[in-house]
């Protein structure tokens, strides 16, 4: 089955300051979604990747995928209190309907 | 609007009690799901449905029980047999790209 490592679980940021977290399967990704959850609330829904080298860009966050497509990095830049969250990645692992697999998380603190 | 709802947004069980979590969606999708969040153990999937009358388990059903009678409706049952219910509970629904929009969640906690 397809797992979704992390990296890093935690990170605690100067305001201002550019950020980058990472997600890597154990398998080809056919897909790679990014979400953020606020503490005690759902998650939202970010951008999708799909082609090897493809990056995509909202407002201050820009996610790429690899081209191999076994590696996306989510990276913020002049980060803001608002960035703070728990950032996700969730793989399409290419069957069907089969639902998305998640990694465990990295929880991003923006500090003054 | 558009979106996914879940009710209640607190639920508090007692010991044998069966407790049942609500989820709403006016999206029009075929697909819903059913997630549990712990801390430190990102999404876990219970059960998910890609069609009305049908539903598939998933990582860790045991405990659980869904229906899925109608296609905007996907209620999620806790039943006693689940010896750890205390969990933040997610559900999502999606349609074809796989993208799955996800709703503002129910925390569970056993009395």
């Known amino acids: 089955s397809q797992e979704l490592e992390q990296s890093p679980q935690s990170l605690i940021v100067q305001e201002g300051k550019n950020l980058t977290i990472n997600c890597t399967s154990s398998k080809t990704l056919y897909g790679l979604y990014w979400y953020k959850q606020k503490y005690g609330e759902g998650l939202i829904f970010l951008m999708m990747l799909q082609k090897g080298g493809e990056e995509k860009s909202h407002e201050k966050i820009t996610a790429k995928l690899d081209e191999k497509k076994q590696q996306s990095s989510l990276h913020i830049t002049a980060s803001q209190p608002s960035h703070a969250g728990i950032y996700l990645c969730g793989a399409d692992g290419g069957s069907g309907n089969t639902p998305l697999v998640f990694g465990k998380g990295t929880r991003l603190s923006v500090i003054a | 609007d558009g979106g996914i709802t879940q009710s209640p947004k607190y639920l508090f069980r007692k010991e044998g009690q069966n407790v049942t979590l609500s989820c709403e969606q006016n999206?029009?999708?075929?697909?819903m799901y059913w997630y549990r969040q712990d801390p430190g153990q990102g999404l876990r999937l219970i059960y998910y449905s890609q069609i009305v009358n049908d539903f598939q388990k998933g990582d860790i059903a045991e405990g659980y029980s869904v229906s899925r009678e109608k296609k905007e409706s996907f209620p999620l049952t806790v039943t006693s047999a689940q010896k750890n219910p205390t969990a933040f509970y997610l559900c999502a629904s999606g349609q074809g790209a796989k993208t799955q929009y996800f709703g503002p969640g129910t925390r569970l906690l056993v009395l």
């Open positions: 999206l029009n999708h075929d697909a």
